[in-house]
């Protein structure tokens, strides 16, 4: 189910802030660009059709990297076009299905926070549900790798600000959609958390709430069990909204008790001076935020001229299997220590 909220505030979220570069121009074929109703001048969602069927998107016609890429199984199913398809919807894009080759290892940070999920995800059963919020959808692989990798009894929700790029994941990347299971929500990462929050607070104070037996079952009804987030806007920057008090709070208020937040962000970049203070304001928020002692960083693994980026993992409290099991795989206070004093010198 695709959940479409209409809001008047825009911030650009993309799922995966290191973008890969595109294999070179002339080797993929550019399939469709997607053009947003309400800003005809903003860049295109253009999809390309890779050799050995694969598929990629990017933001702009002529653009230099890739924010997402799939291989799909067997041969290609259909041939790019003499000239791409130039629209406004998706639903106007040529037919061309992706039965993902999920075979190979998850990379770079799509990786580290699944690692950071299957633990938690683990433990669902048919009677007793993990519920993920995802912020960022890119084109659905951590979605898609939970719901293919978790038990039944796992229900997936992603947030995505723009509805072409909902879109392209469900028509190029495989992403299955189900009500109630796995759904994508079009709406602002800020707005959709203090929506969450506000909801949770309602129905914790209404003593008839456990009449509504439908809503009490409903995907994140009982809290989320975790929140992952891949929110940039460009240059490895997190956008304010993602990374604001109110943001972390609604965030916090809306983890059932042993919950867990992995929040992808870049400690320092290249192209952009104030990513690295961004940084350190946004761990420490979390350590006020969630108590010093429950929140750490886990690095991604990289080549050494680009480690970039990292993922603060924040636990909401407790002391189960759960928290025990991600802490298992957390680097110590070392990691840490180095991470925050790099910062510094940028």
């Not at 309602?202 to 009982?222: R, V």
């Not at 993602?242 to 992995?262: D, H, M, Q, W, Y």
């Not at 010093?292 to 990289?302: L, Y």
Request: some cysteine; glycine content about 8%; proline content about 5%.
């Amino acid at each position: 189910m695709v959940r479409t909220t209409t809001y008047n505030f825009f911030v650009t979220i993309l799922a995966c802030c290191s973008a890969v570069q595109l294999q070179q121009r002339g080797q993929g074929q550019e399939l469709c660009s997607i053009k947003r109703v309400d800003d005809p001048n903003a860049d295109p969602v253009s999809v390309f059709l890779l050799p050995g069927n694969g598929r990629t998107f990017s933001f702009g016609d002529n653009a230099q990297t890739t924010e997402s890429t799939v291989h799909c199984k067997g041969d290609a199913s259909c041939d790019a076009p003499d000239s791409p398809v130039r629209t406004n919807s998706v639903t106007e894009c040529p037919a061309c299905p992706c039965d993902v080759d999920d075979g190979a290892t998850l990379a770079g940070s799509i990786g580290v926070m699944f690692n950071g999920v299957q633990p938690i995800c683990s433990i669902a059963q048919k009677d007793q549900n993990v519920d993920l919020l995802l912020i960022g959808l890119g084109g659905g692989t951590l979605h898609r790798h939970v719901r293919k990798a978790c038990p039944e009894g796992t229900r997936v929700r992603s947030v995505e600000i723009d509805p072409r790029v909902a879109g392209v994941a469900q028509q190029y990347f495989g992403l299955e959609l189900a009500d109630g299971v796995s759904e994508i929500d079009v709406t602002d990462a800020l707005n959709a958390v203090r929506s969450l929050s506000s909801s949770r607070s309602s129905s914790k104070q209404s003593p008839t709430a456990f009449l509504s037996s439908d809503a009490s079952q409903g995907i994140g009804s009982q809290g989320w069990d975790a929140v992952a987030i891949d929110c940039f806007i460009g240059h490895g920057e997190t956008p304010a909204d993602c990374r604001s008090t109110e943001f972390v709070t609604a965030v916090r208020n809306i983890l059932k008790p042993n919950g867990v937040v992995l929040h992808h962000i870049w400690h320092k970049s290249p192209d952009n001076s104030a990513v690295a203070g961004e940084f350190r304001d946004t761990l420490a928020l979390y350590q006020r935020m969630f108590g010093k002692d429950t929140v750490t960083v886990e690095s991604i693994p990289r080549a050494p001229s680009v480690m970039w980026d990292d993922v603060i993992v924040a636990r909401n409290g407790g002391d189960n299997s759960i928290t025990a099991a991600v802490d298992a795989s957390a680097p110590g206070g070392d990691h840490l220590a180095k991470l925050v004093a790099e910062a510094d010198k940028w």
